[in-house]
Nanobody
Framework: QVQLVESGGDLVQPGGSLRLSCVAS????????MGWYRQAPGKQRELVAD???????TYADSVKGRFTISRDNTKKTVYLQMNSLKPEDTAVYYC????????WGQGTQVTVSS
């Protein structure tokens, strides 16, 4: 059974940067589309960015030019580099693996505040 463990969430000032990491177990990582989603209080979970097995990336309009998703198949890890953070980026960030079915991580809190 696949497990995803996120890390890297923190409290950061506006304009700051964070890098989130998500380590996956199991043997299907390299075949999977990996994604980062976020959910702010009172809002629905939304896609932030995803990356296919071939490296094609997709970003939400709100993060284009500020966030970068990447993956390292040898480490079974997906990253989300977040720059120029804004208060509206505050949310719980979830890692997702899609291969036949979807698996979610437990989430990591990102808070952007002065």
């Amino acid at each position: 059974q696949v497990q995803l463990v996120e890390s890297g969430g923190d409290l950061v000032q506006p304009g700051g940067s964070l890098r989130l990491s998500c380590v996956a177990s199991g043997s299907s990582f390299s075949l999977s589309t990996m994604g980062w989603y976020r959910q702010a209080p009172g809002k629905q979970r939304e896609l932030v960015a995803d990356i296919t097995k071939s490296g094609t990336t997709t970003y939400a309009d709100s993060v284009k030019g500020r966030f970068t998703i990447s993956r390292d198949n040898t480490k079974k890890t997906v990253y989300l580099q977040m720059n120029s953070l804004k208060p509206e980026d505050t949310a719980v960030y979830y890692c997702s693996q899609y291969f036949i079915g979807r698996t979610w991580g437990q989430g990591t809190q990102v808070t952007v505040s002065s």
